[in-house]
């Protein structure tokens, strides 16, 4: 009989099926850990130990059942020969004494021993035929009752043609236990046939007796079984261990992973924290230096005997340093908008060469100061338009203009404009041939708050929030900025934004366009009533002056509540104003509720809110509410005035 292998085959499938979960609930609950190949090696060797004991408890119970049976034939032999069987034949009568004894003789076997499943005697005819001689009742269900054609009494003689070969060998005289199974018309059976010899050792019979064949395979399947268990619990073992170290390892690793990531946040959190600082002392002294000579300059002009000649120069210092502020207040607006992800650009669109011609203008100067050279350089064809917001790609290109200016010493700063070769990205590059920088402080280029060195901001000066929010609003227009610097050599910062590659193209400079001179400020004239209400009296005399002197009539209101009293009482007069400006900030009825009574009231004038708020979400309230217009303060005359004007449908008209 072949080795019962299947249930080792299920052990092998289990063992991969729990290699497989353990891998995957390592992989899950481990931080990412593998089994690794130890425990699948150790595996595989376990279970070729399974296979070699499955094959040896096979064998041991297949001997186990041999040794028995084999050794039960020789002594029923001897039995059967001592009880008479030579004189039985296939031609003796079924109640021959000899032959009933024999019978008798048989079942008590049968009872005696019931591992076994039965006894009989075979014999050979004259022709050479095997024949059953003797072959009592069988109860093979042992229930004490013979039932069936398969439990009668085999007839004397009857012919018997099954395992020939095996019952052959045994009539020459060879003791053969079957190793394969036999099927007859009683069952199934593995047997075992020892030759029946007289006292010369003439053979003249052979006993066999038969072993349940699904008993044998039982038998042998339970012995494979029992060594797969065995192996089953060392594999299963070794998952455990394995599994366990594994996981035992893994969190010792996540656990330290974790120290060294908390270690690197917290130190990232201090370094930020200190880099804030740094920036916010730096910004201080940066505010500190035009507010000093703001402050300065406003009490030489207080002062009488300060020469008539230097004011002029006093009150342009001013305005220029107070230009400086709000530059500086716009940057950390832009950075606040960034920092929390809120920074958005418009749509439009403008010339990249008459945005490029605007910041050369703008840094003109400075380059003039520091005796370096400022270029322009259009590769031409370009875009006669490009889809990007005038202002915010001005204010990129200034950005990264006027620092290149600010570390070049010697040389030049050039702008190159340009298309790609298939004309579908914008590339612009300023290079310049100053300091440069080495890969540490790129490294650190684009951080806010924190400028490429410790000794920038005393050198140069400047807040270093330029270059991330002109990479934010690069990126925003669907671009990015990329830069190659060598130190003490120059650097060279690439701008590279997206176009469409059929919009019409520039082959040349464009003819140069006609401009006429903006009307003088104070050449603006206003007609109409105007309600200015605004709560801090030193912004509320100015505002009144300014548009007082333009020509309107001004009335002003430090109070929401009030304000809405004067609008009321001015349209139940029938003399409206032509023009609310109101503050949003306001004691008692706030700018936005005063606007909505406003126009709950039937108020038809225009109204315009005036805000220090530059965030695009204010102005956006501001009009849904009912506002035509929203001036963000401190206001400039330049672009003050004319808004009004609009406004008041007045026209503005130039000085004789």
């Known amino acids: ?376 350089d259009v590769c031409y064809p370009v875009p006669e338009v490009v889809p990007f917001h005038r202002m915010r790609l001005r204010q990129v290109l200034l950005n990264l203009a006027s620092n290149a200016v600010k570390f070049t010493s010697e040389g030049s700063v050039t702008i190159r404009a340009a298309c790609s070769p298939d004309r579908s990205q914008l590339v612009i590059e300023v290079r310049d041939t100053g300091i440069g920088m080495t890969p540490e402080l790129l490294s650190r280029l684009f951080q806010s708050f924190v400028q490429a060195s410790a000794s920038t901001a005393s050198k140069y000066g400047g807040t270093g929030l330029g270059l991330v929010i002109s990479k934010q609003l690069v990126e925003l227009m669907g671009g990015k900025v990329n830069v190659e610097s060598t130190l003490g050599q120059g650097t060279t910062m690439r701008v590279t934004l997206p176009i469409d590659n059929n919009v019409a193209m520039l082959d040349g400079a464009p003819a140069p366009k006609m401009t006429h001179a903006a009307s003088p400020v104070s050449n603006v004239s206003l007609s109409g009533r105007v309600l200015l209400v605004e709560d801090s009296p030193d912004i509320q005399r100015l505002i009144a002056f300014v548009l007082g002197r333009a020509g309107a009539t001004v009335e002003t209101a430090a109070d929401g509540k009030v304000a809405l009293d004067m609008a009321l009482d001015a349209m139940r007069r029938r003399v409206p104003f032509d023009l609310v400006l109101t503050d949003l900030d306001l004691p008692g009825l706030n700018g936005l509720d005063l606007v909505r009574a406003l126009r709950v009231a039937g108020f038809g004038g225009k109204i315009s809110a005036l805000s220090a708020h530059s965030l695009g979400e204010q102005s956006a309230q501001c009009l849904e509410v009912g506002c035509d217009d929203y001036i963000v303060k401190p206001i400039d005359r330049a672009t003050f005035l004319p808004r009004i004007a609009a406004m008041l449908d007045s026209r503005a008209t130039k000085a004789a």
């Open 1 to 376: 009989m072949n080795f019962p292998a299947h249930p080792f085959w299920i052990m092998a499938g289990l063992s991969a099926l729990l290699l497989l979960l353990l891998h995957g609930a390592l992989r899950r609950h481990a931080h990412g850990a593998s089994i690794g190949v130890l425990p699948c090696i150790a595996v595989a060797l376990l279970m070729l130990l399974g296979w070699r004991l499955a094959e040896s408890r096979s064998r041991e119970a297949h001997n186990t059942i041999m040794q028995t049976v084999m050794g039960m034939a020789p002594t029923y032999a001897m039995g059967m020969r001592d009880r008479g069987i030579e004189t039985v034949s296939a031609d003796t009568p079924a109640d021959d004494a000899v032959y009933l004894d024999l019978i008798e003789a048989q079942k008590r076997w049968l009872v005696y021993n019931p591992a076994i499943a039965d006894v009989y005697v075979m014999g050979k005819r004259d022709d050479g035929k095997i024949v059953l001689l003797v072959d009592s009742e069988t109860d093979y269900d042992h229930n004490n009752v013979f039932e069936g054609d398969r439990e009668q009494r085999t007839a004397i003689g009857e012919e018997y043609d099954e395992d020939q070969e095996m019952l052959e060998r045994a009539f020459g005289g060879e003791s053969v236990f079957t190793t394969e199974v036999v099927h007859d018309r009683w069952g199934s059976w593995i047997s075992a046939y020892e030759p029946i010899r007289t006292d010369d050792g003439r053979v003249i019979g052979v006993l066999g007796i038969d072993f349940p064949a699904a008993r044998w395979e039982q038998a042998m399947i339970n012995a494979v079984w029992g060594a797969v268990a065995q192996v089953g619990m060392g594999i299963i073992a070794t998952l455990v261990v394995s599994g366990g170290h594994t996981f035992w390892r893994a969190s010792i690793a996540q656990e330290r992973e974790e120290a060294e990531r908390a270690q690197r946040l917290q130190a990232d959190a201090e370094a930020k924290s200190k880099a804030k600082g740094d920036f916010l002392a730096h910004m201080t002294h940066e505010l500190r230096t035009p507010m000093s000579a703001i402050q300065g300059y406003a009490e030489l002009l207080a002062d009488e005997s300060y020469p008539t000649t230097e004011r002029s120069t006093a009150l342009q210092t001013i305005r220029a340093q107070c230009e400086h502020l709000l530059s500086l207040i716009g940057d950390v607006l832009d950075v606040s908008k960034i920092e929390a992800g809120r920074m958005e650009i418009e749509a439009g669109e403008c010339s990249i060469v008459e945005v490029g011609e605007a910041t050369i203008q703008s840094l003109a100067l400075k380059a003039k100061q520091k005796g370096i050279g400022l270029v322009l």
